[in-house]
């Protein structure tokens, strides 16, 4: 289970990238061209589907419809790509402002004066997982309102669904790049990181140090 490449959460949810990661210019404007959001949406509702109605077979209960609030999504993924890609967006439009001295350039290219949130063109891949599992987890787009009973029988899914929804759709995005999460694999130790995700103010430095050795080769 995972997202389309062209679609896939982990790239630039604002601008298009190629395969490598650099970015498309677009030819009327000189400037990145736009990606389609609601592809990226839609295709993100279609696995939260599967992941949901994978998670209602195991607990053998009725189908109950999940909420996603887009606008909240939007935001979520608005942000990571921000934060994750700020850098590598500036870098290729320096690069590609192709009338600028190789000196002006250089000083330009020093990002460690602009105060990027990750200082980095090519974060790891545990960093760009924390960033957004801290925003999907900070903005809650994913709710569910079952009855107290359906919600203990969902267990960890439904008593921390958004943080829940949100580690799955990290994990789906993984499998494209051939690594996953383990921290599932220790039910007691999933439940309290699920815990500090709902309730505690993680920061994205502590997310990134805590990812960096529970996401490993698939």
């Not at 290729?92 to 002006?104: D, G, K, V, Y």
């Not at 891949?125 to 029988?153: D, G, T």
Request: glycine share 2%; hydrophobic share 40%.
């Amino acid at each position: 289970m995972s997202l389309n490449f062209s679609n896939h959460i982990l790239y630039d949810y604002v601008y298009q990238q190629n395969p490598d990661g650099s970015y498309i210019f677009d030819a009327s404007t000189d400037d990145f061209q736009l990606r389609n959001k609601n592809e990226v949406v839609d295709a993100i509702l279609v696995i939260l589907k599967q992941i949901y109605s994978n998670v209602i077979a195991q607990k053998g209960i009725r189908l109950i419809e999940p909420d996603c609030n887009v606008i909240l999504l939007d935001q979520a993924l608005y942000k990571y790509s921000r934060d994750i890609y700020g850098e590598k967006r500036l870098e290729a439009r320096i690069n590609h402002a192709h009338q600028l001295t190789s000196t002006p350039k250089e000083n330009l290219l020093k990002f460690s004066d602009y105060g990027f949130k990750i200082d980095s063109t090519s974060p790891y891949i545990h960093r760009q997982i924390a960033v957004l599992l801290y925003w999907l987890s900070i903005l809650k787009p994913f709710s569910i309102e079952p009855s107290n009973q359906l919600l203990k029988q969902l267990g960890i899914a439904g008593k921390f669904h958004n943080e829940y929804m949100s580690y799955i759709l990290a994990q789906a995005s993984l499998q494209v790049f051939n690594f996953k999460i383990d921290i599932h694999e220790d039910l007691v130790y999933f439940e309290e990181f699920l815990y500090d995700l709902h309730y505690r103010n993680l920061s994205r430095s502590s997310l990134d140090f805590f990812l960096n050795t529970h996401i490993i080769p698939n």
